[in-house]
């Protein structure tokens, strides 16, 4: 009876866990680039012991056409690269800017990564208000002027756990690689919206309240199956 007790509170753990995934999934519904993550689901490792493990959804979100020349959405597989001040980090957010200083930079203000390092406008170029062009292979002009290729990434293994900073990725080196140019595409001037469902969380939500409060009902009542118990171990 105790371990049902154990066992019942541990799934409501979970379950709040989840409430919580599904909380910020529908709080990140307008975050650009936010990719979903799917409730927690509990597998056994291989020394037997169980332990809940979190997946993220990579499936691709709808494109907005915003005409601004700096935005930028992949179509297909990979992440843009951003230097934080943790280290480099993936994200889909395609949502760039140039800074006072001349780099090419997200919202945040964290450098844009390209196949040469940082991507740099020196300031001279910027006085001379010429266009930026992204080609679909991710090459940057400005003017005639070639700046970079966007360096475009993507996790070796999704199965593995994946830790988020916001809406970026951290992420083990051995588990990226570089994209080939064949197997995706940049779109200037887009963005690529959440790919958040907003009914199916409130559906699963719903139903997780639903679970919880079942559980919680089976925990009192083998509580007070125990309390009787005791009771009648006493007589």
């Not at 690529?192 to 919880?212: F, G, H, T, W």
Request: proline fraction near 2%; avoid cysteine; aromatic fraction near 8%.
């Amino acid at each position: 009876m105790i371990k049902g007790i154990y066992n019942s509170a541990r799934s409501l753990d979970a379950r709040q866990k989840n409430m919580d995934i599904i909380s910020n999934n529908l709080a990140n519904l307008n975050t650009v680039g936010f990719k979903r993550e799917v409730p927690f689901s509990q597998v056994i490792s291989e020394m037997g012991e169980s332990r809940f493990r979190q997946v993220t959804d990579f499936r691709q979100g709808d494109f907005i056409t915003t005409s601004n020349p700096l935005d930028m959405a992949i179509s297909g597989a990979g992440l843009f690269v951003v230097k934080t001040e943790n280290g480099l980090q993936l994200t889909r957010n395609g949502r760039f800017q140039i800074s006072d200083e001349g780099f090419l930079v997200n919202s945040a203000g964290q450098k844009v990564i390209g196949k040469n390092g940082e991507i740099s406008f020196s300031n001279s170029m910027l006085s001379q208000n010429r266009s930026v062009s992204v080609s679909k292979e991710g090459e940057i002009k400005y003017g005639e002027d070639i700046m970079d290729a966007l360096l475009i990434v993507r996790f070796t293994n999704q199965d593995n756990e994946l830790l988020k900073s916001s809406s970026n990725f951290i992420f083990d080196e051995s588990n990226i690689e570089e994209v080939p140019e064949s197997e995706y595409q940049i779109a200037q001037g887009y963005l690529e919206e959440s790919n958040v469902n907003p009914i199916l969380e409130m559906e699963a939500m719903i139903n997780l309240s639903k679970d919880y409060e079942s559980t919680y009902k089976m925990i009192q009542q083998l509580d007070q199956s125990l309390e009787k118990a005791n009771e009648i171990g006493k007589v």
